[in-house]
């Protein structure tokens, strides 16, 4: 399955399979390295920081480094394949642009986990509500820890 042209990326409309022809089809120059980069990411299907990521991407192209996993990103975003997350002071994080949920990391472990809608829709209601400010998550992880690091 093959979006129209010029939408923005859909990953529900490309298989890990077709990462070479998702990135012909955003203009990217097919390289080794961006199939796998592209193919893990489009597999993990979330949110994922660089090292998780590079480790995915090395069953594709053994000896990948991560500094190529970071260039690899930074390529993917200006195409608007892939995006980034801010997370406070841990690693960097990366997922598919279509992608727009929230989510919190556990400042201990790094342990990602996708926010409830219902919860995401609470609070940017309940700003709006109180401030007149409407939020825009999902540029920004909520940083937290985990129930395994409470214990």
């Known amino acids: 399955m093959k979006p129209e042209a010029n939408h923005a990326f859909d990953a529900q409309a490309w298989e890990p399979e077709q990462a070479a022809e998702a990135l012909r089809f955003h203009g990217c120059r097919v390289t080794q390295p961006r199939i796998a980069v ?3 990411l489009l597999e993990v299907g979330g949110t994922v920081d660089a090292p ?4 995915h991407a090395q069953r594709y192209e053994p000896g990948i480094h991560e500094a190529t996993v970071y260039r690899t990103v ?6 608007g394949i892939a995006s980034h997350v801010h997370a406070g002071h841990g690693p960097s994080l990366v997922r598919l642009s279509s992608d727009e949920r929230l989510v919190a990391v556990c400042q201990d472990c790094g342990q990602i986990e996708p926010v409830p809608v219902e919860a995401v829709t609470a609070l940017t209601d309940a700003m ?3 401030t007149g400010l409407t939020l825009e998550p999902g540029h920004f992880a909520l940083e937290g820890v985990c129930r395994d690091c409470m214990n």
């Open 38 to 40: 592209l193919r893990a």
């Open 128 to 130: 709006v509500e109180a």
């Open 74 to 79: 930074n390529v993917l975003s200006e195409v």
């Open 52 to 55: 998780t990521l590079t480790a």
